[in-house]
């Protein structure tokens, strides 16, 4: 099975700060990979499927890079909405994996 | 618009059943590929499900053997039937649909809490 592992834990930034999250998989996943946000008691929402493609609909300071197996989110200009918790997941076999996600806090 | 509404959860003794419900609009069920994604309380996200337009399915290895997906496409409706549940699969479900590929997900429902507890 895959292992998705993300980096921080846990962020502390400011609005307009420009914040990065990494990915790693524990073997080659080609681009399958999504980002997704979640905020409390609520759904996850994607960003970025295929490693950088922004779905619809989501600002572009959401962007998505990598391939193989590193791959980064970035939030080019923290607005007050995107303090979340963001996972990364695998898709490119089964069993589809998560990431154990990364906290986003208000610094 | 794409709406998925999730129902049918509860609480439930260990070793118990229960059949979970997602009811799809905006989109048809039969040529889409649907899944089941669950939260542990404050814990993260977890693949549960997964069935392919053509009705194949795969599942994770923590729900294999219990956990049966199905969907009806005359009614546009996706379940998930819980089988000999144990504490371990008290969470959230989230039904969620994915894009062109499989398994990306690009909508979800709001989800339905599972209790398992004696």
């Known amino acids: 099975d895959i292992q998705m592992t993300q980096s921080p834990s846990t962020l502390s930034a400011s609005v307009g700060d420009r914040v990065t999250i990494t990915c790693r998989a524990s073997?080659?996943?080609?681009?399958?990979l999504a980002w997704y946000q979640q905020k409390p008691g609520k759904a996850p929402k994607l960003l970025i499927y295929k490693a950088s493609s922004l779905e619809s609909g989501v600002p572009s300071r959401f962007s998505g890079s990598g391939s193989g197996t590193e791959f980064t989110l970035t939030i080019s200009s923290l607005q007050p909405d995107d303090f979340a918790t963001f996972y990364c997941?695998?898709?490119?076999?089964?069993?589809?994996?998560f990431g154990q996600g990364t906290k986003l806090e208000i610094k | 618009e794409v709406q998925l509404v999730e129902s049918g959860g509860g609480l439930v003794h260990p070793g118990g059943s229960l059949r979970l419900s997602c009811a799809a609009s905006g989109f048809t069920v039969s040529s889409n590929f649907m899944s089941w994604v669950r939260q542990a309380p404050g814990k993260g996200l977890e693949w549960v499900s997964v069935?392919?337009?053509?009705?194949?399915?795969y599942y994770a290895d923590s729900v294999k053997g219990r956990f049966t997906i199905s969907k009806d496409n005359l009614k546009n409706m996706l379940y998930l039937e819980l089988n000999s549940l144990n504490l371990e699969d008290t969470a959230v479900y989230y039904c969620?649909?994915?894009?062109?590929?499989?398994?990306?997900?690009?909508?979800w429902g709001q989800g339905t809490l599972v209790t398992v507890s004696s």
């Open positions: 969620a649909k994915s894009g062109e590929q499989c398994c990306d997900f690009h909508n």
């Open positions: 997941q695998q898709y490119n076999s089964y069993p589809v994996a």
């Open positions: 073997q080659s996943i080609n681009n399958w």
């Open positions: 069935i392919y337009s053509g009705g194949d399915t």
